[in-house]
């Protein structure tokens, strides 16, 4: 019955927060817009993120924080591994694929993110195009993270970028730093992080940010006959992110809530509101199977995740992913 009305108080505290963010609604557009490069690097990393309406700075409890709040890697036990494909409008494929290990206190991690399409060249009204090209960018990045204390973590992540506009190519360096903090007797987290703190070739900015989240978990103790207890398994989470861009944006908030079922399924909703003249206000669905390998896998953990992001005016996306743990 606590958890129940802590559940209850905390999801009446995230609709106080949607309901104070649309009061404020800004009808303008910001006046940076459009003037960063690699704009590919505010694809949003992870199903189980993507399904939750963004929010997930404060959780950051598996590989998924990787792309949002680096010092979430210290909550990986041993080794994880995660890749997703992300079927958005216009043929545009948008992918990540991220690894993280434990070396006793520090965690380490790679992680890539990439968009890209094709488009036509065409010298008349054909048909048929005279040639296509692959146009689009990635980031490449190399993780650490390290527990300061039972309660607080920290990690950074160090990104090598590239992006191929056709004829013109430029590259660029850029960072992610982040802290996490555990109260609450672990129930209540709370993250921040700047992301894509760097330079484009030729002097051009990056799309760079501040995100702020809260998460409040509950989760029950499965003991096993060796009389040793299983890493604590998640029941809810209700989480609230709020995204800060410093140069090309208005800031955007976000909520979500993702309940686990017999352990091994996910619900997930969310909702994510802007605070621009045209928003990507909307609402956000996921699901979410994971389940342990028998025989000689029984010591490898599968997950796997879908997103459905609808968009009236960009039309539906949808991602994929899995994670697999060992």
């Known amino acids: 019955m606590m958890l129940k009305r802590e559940a209850?108080?905390?999801?009446?505290?995230?609709l106080i927060i949607a309901a104070a963010a649309q009061s404020t609604h800004a009808a303008d557009i910001h006046d940076g817009a459009g003037t960063t490069g690699a704009a590919f690097l505010k694809i949003e990393g992870g199903s189980r993120p993507a399904g939750l309406g963004g929010a997930f700075a404060g959780l950051a409890n598996d590989i998924n924080t990787i792309f949002w709040n680096p010092a979430g890697l210290t909550a990986v036990h041993d080794r994880e591994l995660t890749a997703m494909q992300h079927f958005s409008f216009a043929e545009i494929?948008?992918?990540?694929?991220?690894y993280a290990q434990r070396l006793e206190r520090l965690v380490w991690g790679a992680s890539f993110l990439g968009s890209f399409t094709e488009i036509e060249r065409r010298q008349g009204p054909t048909e048929n195009p005279d040639s296509t090209v692959t146009v689009g960018g990635f980031a490449t990045g190399l993780s650490?993270?390290?527990p300061l204390s039972t309660a607080l973590s920290v990690g950074a992540t160090a990104k090598i970028i590239s992006e191929q506009l056709?004829?013109?190519?430029?590259?660029?360096?850029a960072a992610d730093v982040g802290v996490i903090l555990q109260l609450l007797d672990n129930?209540?987290?709370?993250?921040?992080?700047?992301?894509?703190?760097?330079?484009?070739?030729g002097g051009e900015n990056l799309p760079m940010a501040l995100r702020a989240g809260l998460a409040y978990r509950t989760w029950k103790e499965v003991a096993v006959e060796t009389e040793?207890?299983?890493?604590a398994q998640e029941v809810w989470a209700l989480v609230a992110d709020a995204h800060l861009p410093l140069l090309?944006?208005?800031?955007?908030?976000?909520?979500?809530?993702?309940?686990?079922?017999?352990?091994?399924?996910?619900?997930r909703i969310g909702y994510r509101i802007g605070m621009n003249e045209n928003p990507s206000d909307g609402l956000s669905l996921g699901i979410g199977v994971r389940r342990s390998g028998e025989d000689a896998l029984a010591n490898i953990d599968f997950q796997f995740d879908y997103a459905f992001v609808p968009d009236a005016y960009l039309g539906n996306a949808h991602r994929v992913s899995f994670i697999t743990r060992f």
């Open 8 to 14: 209850v108080l905390i999801a009446m505290a995230l």
């Open 93 to 98: 494929n948008n992918q990540t694929i991220g």
């Open 144 to 146: 650490l993270a390290y």
């Open 166 to 173: 056709d004829i013109q190519n430029a590259y660029g360096v």
């Open 187 to 201: 129930h209540l987290g709370i993250g921040v992080a700047v992301q894509n703190a760097g330079i484009l070739g």
């Open 228 to 231: 040793e207890m299983m890493p």
């Open 248 to 267: 090309d944006a208005h800031p955007s908030f976000h909520l979500g809530v993702e309940r686990w079922f017999y352990d091994s399924v996910a619900a």
